[in-house]
Nanobody, 126 residues
C-alpha cells in the first residue's frame, strides 16, 4: 500500500527555519517525481518544490533561494528545508509522488500525482 507521511511542521517566527520530512512506503524516494505542495486557507494548492529521480529540482518563484528539496534514497525520505520563513509561507504542506513518465516541475498539477500525504501544518508569525 502506498503511503506518504509528512512530519516536521510547527510554529516559528518570521526569519526562522523548519525542515519537513516525507517518509515514503510503497513508493521509493527515487520515484520519478516527488513534490511538496502547500495550501493556505482560502487559497489554491500550489506546487512549492519538486525533485526528479535524477536529482534535478524545481522551485516556485516565491520560495527560490529560501527552500531546498532533497532526498535520501536509503531512507526513502524526501525533505524540504525551509529558511528565512515569512508569514506568507503559513500553510498546510503536503508531499506527493508520481511514478509515471512526464514532466516533474512545480507546474505539474496536484491531481496528476498518484500518492499524497495527509499534510503537516507550518505557521509563521510576524
Amino acid at each position: 500500500q502506498v503511503q506518504l507521511v509528512e512530519s516536521g511542521g510547527g510554529s516559528v517566527q518570521a526569519g526562522g527555519s523548519l525542515r519537513l520530512s516525507c517518509a515514503a512506503s510503497g513508493y521509493t524516494a527515487n520515484t520519478h517525481c516527488m513534490a511538496w505542495f502547500r495550501q493556505a486557507p482560502g487559497k489554491a494548492r500550489e506546487g512549492v518544490a519538486t525533485i526528479k529521480d535524477d536529482g534535478s529540482t524545481t522551485y516556485a518563484d516565491s520560495v527560490k533561494g529560501r527552500f531546498t528539496i532533497s532526498k535520501d534514497n536509503a531512507k526513502n525520505t524526501v525533505y524540504l528545508q525551509m529558511n528565512s520563513l515569512k508569514p506568507e509561507d503559513t500553510a498546510m504542506y503536503y508531499c506527493a509522488a508520481y511514478a509515471g513518465a512526464g514532466v516533474c516541475t512545480v507546474y505539474r498539477t496536484w491531481g496528476t500525482y498518484q500518492g499524497w500525504g495527509q499534510g503537516t501544518q507550518v505557521t509563521v508569525s510576524s
